[in-house]
């Protein structure tokens, strides 16, 4: 059974960081590029950003150049590091595969940006 578990989210000011882990079935990881997913209040879930399993990332233009994703192949473990958050970053936090697979969605971490 496949499952990807996220943590690592929580409240922080307005220009903090945080850095957020995904663990993932070792089956999955060493196949899959793996993404970063975000869903605020009343919003559709977004790819916040993506990584090959070779390292290669991209990023969706609103979090470039302060959100950093890498991964630990052995560990099977993604990470989002997020710098300079803003409260428009507010949102859980998902990992899942690109492209998704609906059966991969774990429960998020909640990432809450606010003074």
């Known amino acids: 059974q496949v499952q990807l578990v996220e943590s690592g989210g929580g409240l922080v000011q307005p220009g903090g960081s945080l850095r957020l882990s995904c663990a993932a079935s070792?089956?999955?990881?060493?196949?899959?590029?793996m993404g970063w997913y975000r869903q605020a209040p009343g919003k559709q879930r977004e790819l916040v950003g993506s990584?090959?399993?070779?390292?290669?990332?991209n990023y969706v233009d609103s979090v470039k150049g302060r959100f950093t994703i890498s991964r630990d192949n052995p560990k099977s473990t993604v990470y989002l590091q997020m710098n300079s958050l803003k409260p428009e970053d507010t949102a859980v936090y998902y990992c899942?595969?690109?492209?998704?697979?609906?059966?991969?969605w774990g429960q998020g971490t909640q990432v809450t940006v606010s003074s």
């Open positions: 070792r089956s999955i990881f060493s196949i899959y590029a």
């Open positions: 899942n595969t690109v492209p998704t697979n609906r059966r991969y």
């Open positions: 990584i090959t399993s070779g390292g290669s990332a």
